[in-house]
């Protein structure tokens, strides 16, 4: 199976700042035929159930502001969100479709306001 | 709108039994590959089983393979997990959720989640 980590485990950022977190994969989630990396993001806000992001590692999905956006291909990935706003504070998964099943989840990344 | 509503979760004695219901509305149920996913209290996110939109092919993880069985009623719009011989690492919201497009390539981006059904698994 492959194991996804992420770093840091939380961290806190001023509004209007710069949060970025990232995500590894123990093995590439690039799929070559495609060149499509097999890699999404989820938001989780507390006692809500989680919510898609992004998806294909940098397309966002409808409705999600702009200020989400998802980088990064093979095996390191990265969301940032370029001006946090009070409503963004959540738990962040990244996860991977690649080898499935099962798909697998990082162990999440908690986003708090300084 | 997509509304996924789970349901049938509750207390049980480990070794029992419990039957998740899913109830979907607002988009061609037949159409899409489901999951289930579960978040144990306080901890991450574990994809649990999945099954294609016909119902002909249905994946699980390891920790249910043999125990947890997938299905779905596309005359009912709703889908299901049975869960047999439950432990208490079974303890979990469950959460189903909805493929994101019709294609298989997309069949694991989740695209909607429902708000969860709680299993507690205790004596």
């Known amino acids: 199976d492959i194991v996804m980590t992420q770093s840091p485990d939380s961290l806190a950022v001023s509004l209007g700042e710069r949060a970025t977190i990232n995500c590894k994969s123990s093995?590439?989630?690039?799929?070559?035929?495609?060149?499509?990396?097999?890699l999404a993001w989820y938001q989780q806000k507390p006692g809500q159930p989680p919510k898609l992001l992004i998806y294909?590692?940098?397309t966002r999905e409808s409705g999600v502001p702009d200020r989400f956006s998802g980088s990064g291909s093979g095996t390191d990935f990265t969301l940032t969100i370029s001006s946090l706003q009070a409503e963004d504070v959540a738990v962040y998964y990244c996860?991977?479709?690649?080898?499935?099943?099962?798909?697998?989840f990082g162990p999440g990344t908690k986003v708090d306001i300084k | 709108e997509v509304q996924l509503l789970e349901s049938g979760g509750g207390l049980v004695q480990p070794g029992g039994s419990l039957r998740l219901s899913c109830a979907a509305s607002?988009?061609?149920?037949?159409?899409?590959?489901m999951s289930w996913v579960r978040q144990a209290p306080g901890k991450g996110l574990e994809w649990v089983s999945a099954?294609?939109?016909?119902?002909?092919?249905?994946y699980y993880a390891d920790s249910v393979k043999g125990r947890f069985t997938i299905s779905r009623d596309n005359s009912k719009n709703t889908l299901y997990l049975q869960m047999n011989s439950l432990r208490a690492e079974d303890t979990a919201v469950y959460y189903c959720?909805?493929?994101?497009?019709?294609?298989?390539?997309?069949?694991?981006?989740?695209?909607?989640w429902g708000q969860g059904t709680l299993v507690t698994v205790s004596s």
């Open positions: 607002g988009f061609t149920f037949s159409s899409y590959a």
């Open positions: 294909w590692a940098s």
């Open positions: 959720a909805k493929a994101h497009t019709r294609y298989s390539s997309s069949w694991y981006i989740l695209g909607y």
């Open positions: 996860q991977q479709y690649y080898s499935t099943p099962p798909i697998t």
């Open positions: 093995q590439s989630v690039l799929y070559s035929s495609n060149n499509k990396n097999y």
């Open positions: 099954i294609s939109g016909s119902g002909g092919s249905t």
